[in-house]
């Protein structure tokens, strides 16, 4: 038979983590977002690697930010 009494403080650090892990991806998507914002020089040119790479990093933005919202969500709702 298991011990439950341990069953809270799991439950309590898996939230905890849960909600850090979902900070910091959503620190991480803001962070990418402003350097896509602040592409390009003040004359507006953008560099064909800027360029080519700006689609792939908007992608892992969402993503990431996807990931913010779903460990968010799991940390307030979690398995009940």
């Not at 040119?45 to 933005?61: H, K, M």
Request: charge should be positive; charged fraction near 15%; hydrophobic fraction near 50%.
């Amino acid at each position: 038979m298991t011990d439950l009494s341990n069953k809270p403080k799991r439950t309590l650090f898996t939230r905890k983590t849960a909600f850090v892990w979902a900070a910091l991806s959503v620190v991480l998507a803001l962070q990418w977002s402003m350097d896509l914002g602040t592409l390009g020089f003040p004359d507006s040119y953008t560099t064909p690697f800027a360029r080519g790479t700006s689609t792939l990093v908007g992608i892992l933005t969402a993503a990431c930010m996807a990931q913010g919202l779903y460990f968010f969500l799991a940390g307030v709702f979690g398995r009940r």
